[in-house]
């Protein structure tokens, strides 16, 4: 072989194996895109000092808002818990709101903003405390149905699950599921664990119960793995959303 030819050879072996670099780093992203999704955990949007508890941090609806108004800046899009069900490409940024407990300011408060702004979340209703002082009422949360909004099971009592008889158990995961399939006339698939509380020995029965997904309050990035522990970055006043879903983005490589 001539040393002419031998050099072009080298040469088409180099741009072959530069594009071959190109697609895939063109190809990962939107694999990495479609398999993984930052869950941000909200409990009462409120001003009022004596809502915000360690474990039920309040955000004010100020900085709820400039949040929200931080994520569509930066090209974020609401997509729900089904997302890390099914590995479709994804243009934008993915980010999966929720809401735990069902308070009555995630009407109030919580709602219009993110109405403003062009996102859904997922709220996690207790089925005994609605139509209570201080939680949404099936009505509310209807009207938020109506308006793209999703939900899910929270119990029907917010129960210690760890305190819990397997009978009891499986009456808390199903008898949650009926009454809110029934009030909001449509199934709801996924669970919040409360005091984010898991064990194990607890996915069959939210399997069994026709539960999908189910999140905790592990923190981490949610994936396509082990979709009855979803991890979630819970946000309380001090957090600094914009800070923490950059260095979500870093690892994304968005
Ligand atoms: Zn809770």
Do not use: C
Not at 73 to 80: A, D, L, R
Not at 132 to 152: C, H, P, S, V
């Amino acid at each position: 072989m001539s040393s002419a030819r031998r050099t072009r050879l080298i040469i088409v072996g180099i741009l072959l194996y530069g594009l071959f670099l190109v697609l895939w780093a063109m190809v990962l992203p939107v694999r990495t895109r479609s398999f993984a999704a930052p869950v941000l955990l909200y409990h009462h949007v409120s001003d009022n000092p004596a809502f915000s508890q360690p474990t039920n941090p309040a955000v004010s609806p100020a900085k709820f808002e400039a949040e929200l108004r931080w994520l569509k800046e930066n090209g974020y899009q609401s997509v729900s818990l089904d997302f890390l069900m099914q590995p479709v490409p994804f243009e934008k940024k993915p980010v999966i709101l929720t809401f735990d407990d069902g308070y009555r300011d995630n009407f109030t408060e919580a709602f219009p903003l993110l109405q403003k702004y062009g996102f859904f979340a997922t709220f996690y209703l207790i089925p005994k405390n609605m139509d209570d002082n201080a939680y949404l009422t099936w009505e509310q949360a209807r009207i938020m149905q109506q308006a793209g909004m999703r939900f899910g099971s929270h119990t029907v009592d917010h129960a210690d699950l760890n305190q819990l008889s397997d009978e009891r158990l499986r009456w808390e995961l199903s008898e949650s599921k009926r009454v809110i399939d029934a009030e909001l006339g449509e199934p709801v698939s996924s669970f919040a664990f409360p005091y984010g509380y898991y064990a194990r020995d607890y996915f069959p029965f939210l399997a069994g119960a026709g539960y999908k997904t189910a999140v905790t309050e592990d923190r981490g990035l949610a994936t396509s793995q082990d979709l009855f522990r979803i991890p979630r970055l819970i946000v309380g006043p001090k957090t600094d959303v914009p800070l923490l879903l950059s260095m979500v983005q870093k690892v994304m490589a968005w």
